[in-house]
């Protein structure tokens, strides 16, 4: 398996992620740009804002005692970003102190790390954190799973589900690979 090819799971187009021209197209998503999101029960959405450029860099989703944070990038329409992405993130991770092991996991290959962070009195802590990635049709998906779903399998699959039902709109126009596909403020109700 050559460092380029696609990692995604077999089923992909199938249960998702999806892409937009795979999605059912009466459900009732909300509109992010980059990402359709299927409202449930239970989920709660906030949009991660860079201070500087006021551009929204990811969505994040509170599901089932879990985070997830999403974002969209543009990718090659034959190779994929996973496998460099990975690399990438393992670097990020042991430069900060941590420890980081690579699974295979519901939706492919994913890192498990588990990262120090500042918290409490004693000014130590360990965050675990999930990192999946699946990639699609001309995108790759990147997701960061904090919370219960880190060690807990059933919100893990709840989870997992989550991230499987996004709709990945990567748009027509050319764009470089690894940029981030550009996400919006989902529109009111009655705002058109």
Do not use: C, H
Not at 38 to 54: A, C, M, S
Not at 171 to 192: F, H, Q, V
């Amino acid at each position: 398996m050559s460092d380029d090819a696609k990692t995604a799971p077999a089923d992909r187009a199938a249960n998702g992620p999806f892409d937009e021209s795979e999605a059912n197209a009466v459900r009732p998503y909300i509109d992010l740009g980059g990402i359709k999101v299927l409202p449930r029960e239970g989920l709660n959405l906030r949009l991660e804002v860079e201070e500087q450029t006021k551009r929204i860099v990811a969505v994040g989703l509170d599901y089932a005692g879990s985070t997830l944070q999403v974002q969209p990038f543009a990718a090659p329409r034959s190779t994929g970003l996973w496998e460099e992405t990975r690399e990438q993130i393992r670097q990020q991770v042991r430069q900060q102190g941590g420890r980081v092991e690579e699974r295979e996991g519901p939706l492919g290959p994913e890192l498990l790390a588990e990262v120090p962070v500042i918290a409490g009195a004693d000014g130590s802590g360990k965050r675990l954190a999930r990192f999946v990635g699946v990639d699609g049709p001309r995108w790759f998906l990147r997701g960061v799973i904090g919370g219960a779903a880190t060690s807990d399998i059933e919100a893990a699959a709840q989870v997992e589900d989550l991230f499987r039902s996004l709709v990945v709109v990567r748009g027509g126009s050319p764009m470089p690979p690894r940029d981030l596909i550009p996400l919006k403020m989902p529109a009111t109700p009655g705002s058109a």
